[in-house]
T-cell receptor, first 115, second 110 residues
Framework: DTEVTQTPKHLVMGMTNKKSLKCEQHMGHRAMYWYKQKAKKPPELMFVYSYEKLSINESVPSRFSPECPNSSLLNLHLHALQPEDSALYLC??????????????FGEGSRLTVL | GQNIDQPTEMTATEGAIVQINCTYQTSGFNGLFWYQQHAGEAPTFLSYNVLDGLEEKGRFSSFLSRSKGYSYLLLKELQMKDSASYLCAVPKAAGNKLTFGGGTRVLVKP
């Protein structure tokens, strides 16, 4: 199993809603990532979890709250988002947690629209 | 910090060769990745170079020169399905921070 699975694929939410994006991998990878990607732009790193602990937060607003319940799961909780937060949210995983020496495996992404 | 530059767009003809250049500046080098991303899809891994030289993988090859802070991705025998964005990415020496360049959109025409 070399897949990273993300749900939902599409999400539309209002600015007062609370929703969550979910990501799952069963490759035994020790690092998991959230990236945000706007149209025609490269992915931008948001958070990194290494061994289920938050190791990198790229100064992401607190309306985005990551959670890593176990080594296979990664969530992104969303609350009070703004329309400019509309984007494709990509989850990824990599085998190593101490540094990237191998490829990142990306999920298909969750396309978020904030109204 | 890290600075990664690559051209924004390139157009080529089916069956031709295209070379996508990437220059980077990074404090500490831990390899360089190339990813392919079709519109609306997730990035997929193409190559990882950590030593100088050319690595060939089928129609795609990747070259690295660490002293020049330079890499290129060579796409041979272009096919229509190769129309995509190609992302150069460099990890920070310590930690799991992978930074992507702006991406190069390649359009393959018949």
């Amino acid at each position: 199993d070399t897949e990273v699975t993300q749900t939902p694929k599409h999400l539309v939410m209002g600015m007062t809603n609370k929703k969550s994006l979910k990501c799952e991998q069963h490759m035994g990878h020790r690092a998991m990532y959230w990236y945000k990607q706007k149209a025609k732009k490269p992915p931008e790193l948001m958070f990194v979890y290494s061994y289920e602990k938050l190791s990198i937060n790229e100064s992401v607003p607190s309306r985005f709250s990551p959670e890593c319940p176990n080594s296979s799961l990664l969530n992104l909780h969303l609350h009070a988002l703004q329309p400019e937060d509309s984007a494709l949210y990509l989850c990824a995983s990599s085998q190593e947690a101490g540094g990237i020496t191998g490829e990142l495996f990306f999920g298909e992404g969750s396309r978020l629209t904030v109204l | 910090g890290q600075n990664i530059d690559q051209p924004t767009e390139m157009t080529a003809t089916e069956g031709a060769i295209v070379q996508i250049n990437c220059t980077y500046q990074t404090s500490g080098f831990n390899g360089l990745f190339w990813y392919q991303q079709h519109a609306g899809e997730a990035p997929t891994f193409l190559s990882y170079n950590v030593l100088d030289g050319l690595e060939e993988k089928g129609r795609f090859s990747s070259f690295l020169s660490r002293s020049k802070g330079y890499s290129y991705l060579l796409l041979k025998e272009l096919q229509m399905k190769d129309s995509a964005s190609y992302l150069c990415a460099v990890p920070k020496a310590a930690g799991n921070k992978l930074t992507f360049g702006g991406g190069t959109r390649v359009l393959v025409k018949p």
